[in-house]
């Protein structure tokens, strides 16, 4: 079992940064591929941005690229997502997740495993 721990939530204006970091457990961390998703109230869940084991291959949702990245210290079993120049519609829960299928993907239903989120307050 595989337990995620995310941290770095908060408030912030429009155009300013914060770095959420998950910190994992139960399981080698460099046989993980893990996700960054998020969901605003009365949305769906949606797909944000994933690093490969290696963390040597990332992936990102339209909607943050350029802006958000996304990075891996398996050293320290943490992945982290910065988050720049952000957008009041960046307002979500933000979660942590986890797969340990053969694929970098975007897709929810293929992780295993999913932090409690943190709350991200982008304000105009």
């Known amino acids: 079992q595989v337990q995620l721990v995310e941290s770095g939530g908060g408030s912030v204006q429009a155009g300013g940064s914060l770095r959420l970091s998950c910190a994992a457990s139960?399981?080698?961390?460099?046989?993980?591929?893990m996700g960054w998703f998020r969901q605003a109230p009365g949305k769906e869940r949606e797909f944000v941005a994933t690093?490969?084991?290696?963390?040597?291959?990332?992936y990102y949702a339209d909607s943050v690229k350029g802006r958000f990245t996304i990075s891996r210290d398996n050293a320290k079993n943490t992945v982290y997502l910065q988050m720049n120049s952000l957008k009041p519609g960046d307002t979500a829960v933000y979660y942590c997740?986890?797969?340990?299928?053969?694929?970098?993907?975007?897709?929810?239903?293929?992780?295993?495993?999913w932090g409690q989120g943190t709350q991200v307050t982008v304000s105009s």
């Open positions: 997740a986890a797969t340990t299928g053969w694929a970098l993907t975007g897709a929810s239903e293929r992780y295993d495993y």
């Open positions: 139960g399981r080698t961390f460099s046989s993980l591929t």
């Open positions: 690093a490969w084991r290696s963390g040597g291959t990332t």
